[in-house]
């Protein structure tokens, strides 16, 4: 994710997120809105949002950003665990849904209920962007016999309904650099690297 936070963004890149170390504190539970959010870890949300029990893991395929925000991927629970490639496919889809949206970064806010941001993979281009996330922590679930798990990132200082997700300026640097091809390979590789620092399985 830090790649995709970054790379050929030039004067618009965002700070790269560092892995959350501190379990959080009675009183940020308390000043935080969602508070669940707060009091749960991401291993333990994960799990959540993929179901009630690994045999089934029956929520997965429709886990969403609504109840707990953040990056929410849920796949088949026989595909191979590829982090880099779930979170570059989901950025990659994210980033087209909102374009063709015609969503403007000017007064367009991150609303979960309503369109670009009802879609997930539209959701999660906006999670990983937020400029006043510093850190994540992230987790997956990979024991589901059926059904799909589902790979989870909790940023702190996440993103609320009414926050406007991108300047115009960062928004037009993301589409520039999706129109191009030569970085894609590159922050495929790069963001494999930053699950491997911040990811917990189940």
Sequence with gaps: MNMLRVLNLRDHALEALEPETKTPSEEEEEEEEAVDTKSKTALEIAKELAGTSADKCEAGATANAKTYTGLVIPFEYSTTFDCGSLIQGHFAAGLSHIQ??????????????????DNLSASNVANIMWSKSKTA?????????AGHNV????????????DKPFTTELYEALLQRQAGSSSIELT????AFFCVAFLSLS
């Design 137 to 145: 922590s992230c987790a997956v679930t990979k024991n589901c016999q």
């Design 100 to 117: 063709e949206s015609n969503f403007d970064p000017a007064t367009g806010t991150y609303d979960t209920s309503s369109a670009p941001f």
């Design 151 to 162: 790979l989870y990132c909790r940023f702190v200082e996440s993103i609320t309904s009414k």
């Design 188 to 191: 495929s590789i790069a963001t």
